[in-house]
């Protein structure tokens, strides 16, 4: 059977009534006070949470002019993805030479329409089999590098997280090493097709790859001096029940009865208090004296 809180008085089924029998005490609204009180520390305590989150949040986009920078550098790369990055020329009996120039667009339509089976038996080819696998590695990761450009980017909502540096200069090592491998493996492509049909293609990059490779490497460098800078976040001061939030902590840490910190909360609250009455009073106090002084000056010229 249930027992009473406040007296350890064991309740029977007939005492039906919200006060206990034995001590009287409201069953019903005992300790109600300090439920409450707990629940207004746990809705505080995730305010200074979700605080904490926005302040590096804030941090990571304006905190500083480097920050700024870093904005505009993470979105150089995907700009870089819109101009030539390659060109392929072909031609043929009875085709007319045609030169295409790849970019990221370009790219999009070309996987979008891209017949996998053929490339795979492209690949086993004895003739063009080397050369076609370094077009599909090379494919393969100048696309992966294109989706680390946009992870970091978005990565930069968390740049000032507890892993936040380290991690978006692995996302810029990752882009830079995949767009290199990519290189690599579109000339391997390029070398190979080209020596089976020397008169018929031949491929080359353009200038926008480079351009890519340098905004990654700008964007890398940018990121690596920031974590060295480890420039500081700036933290809105929080309070719990008036108490500093890092203070609470500590003495949440130090095993401080809750009983002893929701009186400390009353007494700064109660401060607080009696600090805006105080103002308020000394406020209507100089509107009188101002009142006093003004209804004086009239009665003086009359």
């Known amino acids: 059977m249930a027992k009473c809180p406040n007296c350890g008085y064991s309740l029977k089924l007939t005492d039906w009534r919200p006060d206990c029998p034995k001590c009287g005490i409201n069953l019903v609204y005992y300790g109600l006070d300090e439920r409450l009180q707990e629940e207004a520390d746990k809705a505080e305590i995730e305010h200074v949470r979700v605080q904490k989150k926005i302040d590096r949040l804030k941090a990571s986009f304006v905190g500083s ?51 996998f089976d053929s490339l ?26 294109a989706v680390m450009v946009l992870v970091s980017l978005f990565a930069l909502i968390a740049a000032n997280g507890p892993k936040g540096k380290i991690r978006n200069i692995i996302n810029n090592c990752v882009s830079i090493a995949l767009a290199v491998v990519s290189i690599v493996f579109f000339l391997s492509f390029s070398s190979n097709i080209s020596s089976v049909f020397p008169e018929f293609f031949s491929a080359s990059l353009q200038f926008g790859i480079f351009i890519y490779l340098l905004a990654l490497a700008l ?23 008036g108490i500093p939030s890092e203070e609470y902590d500590e003495m949440v840490a130090n095993g401080v009865p809750l009983e002893e910190i929701h009186a400390k909360m009353d007494k700064i609250l109660a401060e607080r208090e009696a600090e805006r009455v105080a103002e308020i009073q000394r406020k209507a106090a100089e509107k009188k004296a101002k009142e006093d002084e003004e209804l004086a000056r009239k009665a003086g010229k009359k």
């Open 65 to 115: 002019p480097f920050a700024i920078i870093r904005i505009f550098l993470s979105l150089l790369p995907i700009g870089a993805l819109m101009l030539p990055l390659c060109s392929v020329t072909y031609s043929g009996p009875f085709i007319e030479q045609t030169t295409s120039k790849i970019n990221a667009i370009s790219l999009y339509n070309l996987v979008s329409s891209l017949d």
């Open 120 to 145: 795979i038996t492209m690949t086993g080819s004895k003739l063009v089999g080397k050369g076609f696998t370094g077009y599909a590695v090379s494919l393969i990761c100048v696309l992966l590098s």
């Open 219 to 241: 964007l890398l460098g940018i990121n690596i001096l920031i974590a060295v800078k480890n420039i500081p976040v700036k933290y809105k001061q929080c309070y719990i029940g």
